[in-house]
């Protein structure tokens, strides 16, 4: 069964301080998204990479899949309190049409 | 002018009953899911319709039918409700199946069994 872990499943953080989120397996993927959920909301996307080493940046936040294409890593600088949310990153299977989840990341920002 | 829209929002019922959830995009999308997201908020892929024809079926109890009228709309029927099968169910839609196509979520459906 394939499996995408995330460290650290709770993060709760001052506003101002950096953190980053973990996203590993032993599988790899043809492309990893990451998505931001509201509690009574479904998940929105982020961003989505599709390149080994390949590193994205949305404004505050720095998207990086690893060079094997089996983890990746979402760096947030100075985070806020909007930032709060639960964290998913997803995989596309190989060869397949498949998108899997990871077991999420809770972050809480406070002011 | 919702995107992906699901109903009911929150459904709560008896073990034993058979009900059903709909979900209608109107992005013009080929491709429909229904996701699982239990207590622990882990999210799992149950079925995916492209142009109402389905391709991904997960180990899912046969008790869980969904059912695509046309591509615009993705229903979930549940039978015979056990109190496993309480958890949030979100439907999402994309403009084609996998690859690096961006799925557009719905608001869920929290189901409880009681």
């Known amino acids: 069964t394939q499996l995408l872990e995330q460290s650290p499943q709770f993060l709760s953080i001052q506003e101002g301080e950096n953190l980053t989120v973990y996203c590993n397996s032993s599988s790899v993927f043809s492309s990893l998204q990451w998505y931001r959920q509201e509690p009574g909301e479904g998940p929105v996307l982020l961003v989505t990479v599709v390149t080994g080493g390949e590193v994205k940046k949305l404004k505050r936040l720095t998207f990086q899949f690893g060079d094997a294409r089996k983890d990746s890593s979402l760096h947030i600088t100075a985070a806020q309190p909007g930032d709060t949310g639960l964290y998913l990153c997803?995989?596309?299977?190989?060869?397949?049409?498949?998108?899997?989840f990871g077991t999420g990341t809770r972050l809480q920002v406070f002011p | 002018d919702t995107a992906v829209s699901q109903t009911p929002k929150y459904l709560v019922t008896q073990m034993g009953n058979d009900k059903s959830i709909k979900c209608e995009q109107n992005?013009?999308?080929?491709?429909m899911y229904w996701y699982k997201q239990d207590s622990k908020k882990f999210l799992k892929i149950m079925f995916s319709?492209?142009?109402?024809?389905?391709?991904i079926n997960e180990t899912v109890p046969n008790r869980f039918s969904p059912k695509s009228p046309d591509k615009a709309h993705l229903n979930l029927h549940i039978n015979s409700l056990e109190l496993g099968d309480s958890a949030v169910y979100f439907c999402?839609?994309?403009?084609?199946?996998?690859?690096?196509?961006?799925?557009?979520f719905g608001p869920g459906t929290r189901l409880t069994v009681l």
């Open positions: 999402a839609s994309s403009q084609d199946s996998g690859r690096v196509d961006e799925q557009f």
């Open positions: 997803a995989g596309l299977i190989l060869n397949t049409d498949k998108l899997i």
């Open positions: 992005l013009g999308h080929d491709t």
């Open positions: 319709y492209n142009n109402k024809e389905l391709i």
